[in-house]
């Protein structure tokens, strides 16, 4: 291995020394190689051809982001704590705001009685109807994950690596 692409190497070492019957596939066909073809892999492995293809090439499909969301008046999460992490982070941290008078009014008593203040965007302070800022933070939240673990959501239809 030269290093240039040390898991493209890797990962073709590897498929060279096994057989399509030692992981128990037929063997089909004249091969080119030795070895498992990519396809065999990505299926033994559970993953897509291509997304297998990406791996060996050391092509990444994005950059490792982070979405927050926090209320304005949060005594819990701060301005302070968005500004580090923006700091450590850069670009990619979404940090957003949202009003304390969105908040849900009547938190279970654990918020309301010791966290004392608007804190918590997607739990005890959302405000479960359509439309709504919380509501949709959430919505927000949950495609933002989803397509980042390559699954798929009813809203989204994003597809992953699979």
């Known amino acids: 291995m030269d290093g240039s692409n040390a898991l493209g190497e890797f990962l073709r070492a590897r498929r ?17 190689v030795p070895g498992l073809r990519r396809e065999e892999v990505a299926m033994l492995a559970g993953i897509s051809p291509d ?35 923006r700091a450590l982070l850069g670009d990619a941290f979404d940090g957003r705001v949202l009003a304390d008078d969105v908040a849900n009014t009547n938190p279970p008593p654990f ?6 203040c608007a804190h918590s965007v997607t739990t005890a302070h959302l405000v479960d109807e359509q439309g709504h800022p919380t509501t949709r933070a959430r919505d ?3 495609a933002f994950l989803a397509e980042r673990l390559g699954t798929t959501t009813p809203d989204t239809g994003a597809d992953g690596p699979n």
Do not use: H, K
């Not at 918020?111 to 004392?116: A, C, T």
């Open 16 to 32: 060279d020394q096994l057989r399509p019957q030692d992981a128990g596939l037929r063997a089909t066909g004249p091969r080119r």
């Open 51 to 85: 997304y297998y293809l990406r791996l060996g090439r050391a092509r990444p499909t994005r950059r490792p982001q982070v979405l927050a969301y926090r209320l304005e008046n949060d005594r819990w999460c701060t301005g302070q704590r968005f500004a580090a992490y």
């Open 111 to 116: 918020f309301r009685d010791v966290v004392g």
């Open 140 to 142: 927000e939240i949950i």
